[in-house]
T-cell receptor, first 113, second 115 residues
């Protein structure tokens, strides 16, 4: 399955499929980006980050892609598992302006067993 | 290494009362951030503090809200004369001593309900 970005705040995928969550960030001056996972009733949990001098970064089962030309960020989750069900937020930061993070709307990922 | 700690986890206040929310950053972290989250929305930045200093309070409402991070003890977010619209989840995050460009680790949040 694939999200069409902020216009589709929910994404439902089958267990084992790959998930792609999209985010359009707001500020062309932003140079640091983070993806967070938030489960119900909990605080955001860091997943992966990327700096603007990169266009791709991989972690364990996750990949973040950054397209600065169109101010677009995506999170790819390989072999999605039921434990991946949560709301996913992208956040942006301008390093020279301190640590303030600007969060996107969020996408709710639902994994069907 | 304990994570970011917040207390209380749940707080109920009547309109007009004061709410005090506490945050203890991760060990070795000297930067603290407060965010507010309304139901089904993203987190909104409120304030960024270092020990004894407010660095950026551009997200704080002009009245009734204040924050501090004293030399000793936790960071405190204080809301005076609470109103129903203050009901939200308040999250604290901390990061290592570098300005920006570092992952922020979040606490479990304090859920404030104003009745």
């Amino acid at each position: 399955g694939e999200s069409v970005g902020l216009h589709l705040p929910t994404l439902s995928v089958q267990e084992g499929d790959n998930s792609i969550i999209n985010c359009a960030y707001s500020n062309s001056a932003s140079d640091y980006f983070i993806w967070y996972k938030q489960e119900s009733g909990k605080g955001p949990q860091f997943i992966i980050d990327i700096r603007s001098n990169m266009d791709k970064r991989q972690g364990q089962r996750v990949t973040v892609l950054l397209n600065k030309t169109v101010k677009h960020l995506s999170l790819q989750i390989a072999a999605t598992q039921p434990g991946d069900s949560a709301v996913y937020f992208c956040a942006e930061n301008i390093v020279d302006q301190g640590g303030k993070l600007i969060f996107g709307q969020g996408t709710e990922l639902s994994v069907k067993p | 290494n304990a994570g970011v700690m917040q207390n209380p986890r749940h707080l109920v206040r009547r309109r007009g009362q004061e709410a005090r929310l506490r945050c203890s950053p991760m060990k070795g972290h000297s930067h603290v951030y407060w965010y507010r989250q309304l139901p089904e929305e993203g987190l909104k930045f409120m304030v960024y503090l270092q020990k004894e200093n407010i660095i950026d309070e551009s997200g704080m409402p002009k009245e009734r809200f204040s924050a501090e991070f004293p030399k000793e003890g936790p960071s405190i977010l204080r809301i005076q004369q609470v109103v129903r619209g203050d009901s939200a989840a308040y999250f604290c995050a901390s990061s290592p001593p570098r300005t920006g460009g570092d992952e922020q680790y979040f606490g479990p949040g304090t859920r404030l309900t104003v009745t």
